[in-house]
Nanobody
Framework: QVQLVEPGGGSVQPGGSLRLSCAAS????????MGWYRQAPGKQRELVAG???????NYAGSVKGRFTISRDNAKNTVYLQMNSLKLEDAAVYYC?????????WGQGTQVTVSS
């Protein structure tokens, strides 16, 4: 059974930084693309960043240059480094993989940005 676990999250002031992590189990982690999505209250879930099995990355335009997605295949973990956080980055962030049986989601972690 594939599981994605996202410990942490947190609260920061605008301009601050946070790093999210997502640990995968039950899958051949290195073989699958991974992504981070977010959902703010009243809004649809949106893709924030993705990383392919070979390390190619893509970002939403709103976070490009501020966020960095990376993966450590030895630790079965994907990270999202978030810098220069803005009020509009506040949301529940979800880890995701497009597994062969379908999409798998983490439980979500809250990111709060407030002054």
């Amino acid at each position: 059974q594939v599981q994605l676990v996202e410990p942490g999250g947190g609260s920061v002031q605008p301009g601050g930084s946070l790093r999210l992590s997502c640990a995968a189990s039950g899958m051949d982690f290195r073989a699958y693309p991974m992504g981070w999505y977010r959902q703010a209250p009243g809004k649809q879930r949106e893709l924030v960043a993705g990383i392919s099995s070979s390390g190619y990355t893509n970002y939403a335009g709103s976070v490009k240059g501020r966020f960095t997605i990376s993966r450590d295949n030895a630790k079965n973990t994907v990270y999202l480094q978030m810098n220069s956080l803005k009020l509009e980055d506040a949301a529940v962030y979800y880890c995701n993989t497009h597994y062969w049986t379908g999409d798998v989601w983490g439980q979500g972690t809250q990111v709060t940005v407030s002054s």
